[in-house]
């Protein structure tokens, strides 16, 4: 963690007011907070009930790297981001928060969507889905 940016890859819940609160500061007129929420289906398919997410060990370098880099050359943002593994997850679970501050709000907007990007094309984590008719599903998600 630098003194701008927070990451965590945890088995933990998501509390998003511990991210949120993290990149507030008084030179911040904008803070983006995106929720990344487990949903009932995925890629057309229905009946999603849970997900887990397993991490590769390098994870959390992972997570840190693409948030310095991210905003490394704006020195007013802060970025807070953190998924969510090794828990069964159920719809309606919290399983990504990024929590950006900036001076304004496209500012803001612009960095949460290039983190999440980002994250979901870099962080080595996989995903299982469990469908409500008994079938299960790996996802190698980078």
């Known amino acids: 963690m630098s003194e ?3 990451t965590d890859v945890t088995a933990d819940a998501l509390v998003v007011d511990r991210y949120r ?7 911040a007129g904008a803070v983006v907070v995106f929720e990344g929420i487990v949903r009932d289906h995925d890629n057309g398919q229905t009946g999603v009930v ?10 959390a370098d992972v997570l840190r790297d693409v948030a310095w880099e991210v905003i490394a050359d704006q020195p007013d943002v802060y970025l807070a981001i953190a998924h969510r593994v090794d ?6 679970d919290c399983a990504l928060v990024c929590a950006v501050s900036a001076a304004h709000r496209s500012q803001a ?3 949460s969507q290039r983190a999440i990007d980002l994250v979901k094309k870099r962080l ?3 995903k299982r889905q469990a469908f409500t008719d008994g079938r299960e599903e790996w996802v190698n998600c980078p």
Do not use: I, K
């Open 50 to 59: 849970e997900l887990e997410y397993e991490a590769h060990p390098s994870a």
């Open 87 to 92: 828990a069964t997850l159920a719809v309606g």
């Open 109 to 111: 907007f612009e960095v």
């Open 124 to 126: 080595p984590v996989w």
């Open 21 to 27: 609160d993290f990149v507030a500061h008084s030179q």
């Open 4 to 6: 701008r940016t927070l």
